[in-house]
């Protein structure tokens, strides 16, 4: 669902185009469908939650967007998670702004729209036309240059293309469970989370042998 709704969006786009943001978008749209069948073994290249994930960080990096609740700062990565699950036509009626139950996403369309404004603003009208029809930018935001980043990330392990079928089923699993553990609450996953954020080891950090800083820490003997 995920890579057909992407790929499907990029035979539908003219070739014609000019303008930065076009031809970015082009560019990673072209590299997945190139590239799609060279690590995908099974329907999907990543899980909703990878992808989820990834989507929130690059929204972060590239667009400064934060979207929380006080009592739930994963409130938007668990609802990426339900959208890319839902029905190709369900998920383009609340792009469109159909009122739906994804509040959080719901304020994140808010702040891309405001984005996507001043990034039309840029284009030629034909690219323009073509952005708005095809409601690209918002697409390329929240699924397609998340998928892309994931694409590039796998062709460029060796590791991964390496693994079997099996393998790579297994490394995906996995990395749903642990995403889903940490926007659960899980303390000691959100443990390890912290300590790798702060760039020291989060088995010894969890162990209580290093502090915060990667520093020593020594057990009093008895």
């Known amino acids: 669902m995920i890579l057909g709704h992407f790929v499907c969006s990029l035979l539908l786009v003219t070739v014609v185009h000019c303008g930065s943001l076009v031809d970015k978008i082009l560019e990673d ?6 590239n799609i069948g060279k690590i995908r073994e ?9 992808l989820a994930d990834v989507a ?3 929204l972060h990096r590239t667009y400064g967007i934060d979207i929380y609740d006080d009592d739930d700062i994963f409130v938007l990565h668990k609802e990426l998670v339900q959208f890319h699950s839902l029905e190709k036509e369900k998920q ?4 469109s702004g159909t009122p739906s139950n994804f509040k959080a996403i719901s304020r994140l369309l808010k702040e891309l729209r405001k984005i996507e404004k001043k990034e039309l603003a840029k284009l030629k009208d034909d690219d323009k036309e073509m952005m708005k029809d095809q409601e690209l930018f918002i697409n390329y935001a929240i699924r397609g240059k998340p998928l892309a980043m994931i694409v590039r990330n796998n062709l460029g392990s060796t590791v991964y293309m390496k693994m079997t079928p ?3 089923k297994k490394v995906t699993a996995e990395k749903s469970d642990r995403l889903m553990k940490l926007w659960t609450g899980d303390e000691q996953v959100m443990l390890e989370e912290y300590a790798k954020n702060l760039g020291i080891d989060p088995e010894a950090f969890a162990r209580g042998e290093i502090d915060m800083n990667g520093n020593k820490i020594e057990k009093n003997e008895l």
Not at 42 to 50: I, L, P, T
Request: aromatic share 8%; proline share 0%; glycine share 0%.
């Open 56 to 58: 929130v960080r690059d």
């Open 166 to 168: 099996e393998e790579r």
């Open 92 to 95: 383009d009626e609340i792009i």
């Open 42 to 50: 099974d329907r999907d290249v990543a899980s909703v939650f990878e």
């Open 29 to 34: 749209m072209e590299f997945v469908a190139v």
